[in-house]
């Protein structure tokens, strides 16, 4: 029995569980306390076991219902099925719509349905466009909370001036800040400057495995909901200046398998990202294979390198036209092809991809599972 407590103790210290199960353990041996037959061990060792899973929180996230293609609502439904993979309890949960289920994306996530909150249990996750209602009512129940912010220029969206100072408590009293970008950890830090830096955890967006590089076509190819007025601009200065081999194609109604079909065979993305948290949709072309041009939305800085991206600002509609028309002739010459151009894609998927994300959800679920940055 001694020797079944001390090695609890060592797996106990080794993987930072819980200090409670920690004190159990020791209040145990130093009691000398424990049962000696074989089965009654094996009971003894099932029982602390069950009691450590126990112990542990289920982290929910808060979640719109919307069946519209939201990556938002998409990266919240993966985190928490990709945490489940890890170990941790982890479910979504519509708050207006206890019964909902988004159906617009392929996941295993798994649904939270009729099942009160508990302080002692649960860790929850709010989007920063309900961080005042709901981070309010998680303070008042004693509740830990995460804010998760995927867009920085959302932080005070629906929120009147009067209520900014009850917006900046929630955020400084949040146990955790997860931030989906290195812009967004900024304009969280701008915002809030008392905000411990510790407190801020970056999370990566999750990347279907579909997108990939398949035979290219001379499509340019963008998404009309982005930006409408200035992709229509665009694509009236250029239906007379293209090639009749190269065709503009709107992508929009379509599920993400075709949505990573069509950007497969894509040679050219139109990037019409305006103030975005992280911009997914021109990554998403980028690991596809083609030449994205565009708008960086602020959030896609920290990947829109050169050869893979040109960045143009946001409303020049000659710089956007002349680079489309000379990239026409780079790519015609071999530009998708090159190694510098295979190389930027590889780097990309290295930093964005399934490793990259779950260790970012590690840390996170590590810093909930130690119960730092009390309220």
Known sequence: MMTLIRNFLKVLKTKGLGAATIKILKYL???????????????????????????????TYLCQETNMATGGVKVMYKHSEFLATLGVASSVFHPNNESFCCSWFEHQTTMRKNRPFNHLKDFVVIPEFWALPFAEKCLEQDCDYAIFVQNGYLLNDGVSPEDYERLKKVYNRANLILSISDDTTEIIRIAYPNIEPQKIIRVTPTIAEDFVSSKKEKIISYMPRKLAEHSQKLCFYLKENLPNNWKLLPIENLSEQQVAQTLGHSSIFLSFSDQEGFALPPLEAALSGALVIGYTGQGAKEYFNSPNFI????????????????????????????????????KLRDSYGRDSELKHLLLFAKAVEQGKNKH
């Not at 956007?320 to 028309?325: G, T």
């Open 29 to 59: 041996w130093n009691r000398r306390l424990g049962p000696t037959k074989l089965a009654e061990k094996l009971k003894f060792k099932t029982d602390l076991l069950t009691a450590l899973n126990n112990q542990k929180k289920e982290i």
């Open 311 to 346: 960045e143009i600002q946001n409303g020049d509609f000659k710089s956007f036209f002349k680079a489309v028309v000379s990239s026409m002739n780079e790519i015609d010459n071999g530009l998708l092809k090159s190694e510098a151009f295979l190389t930027g894609i590889r």
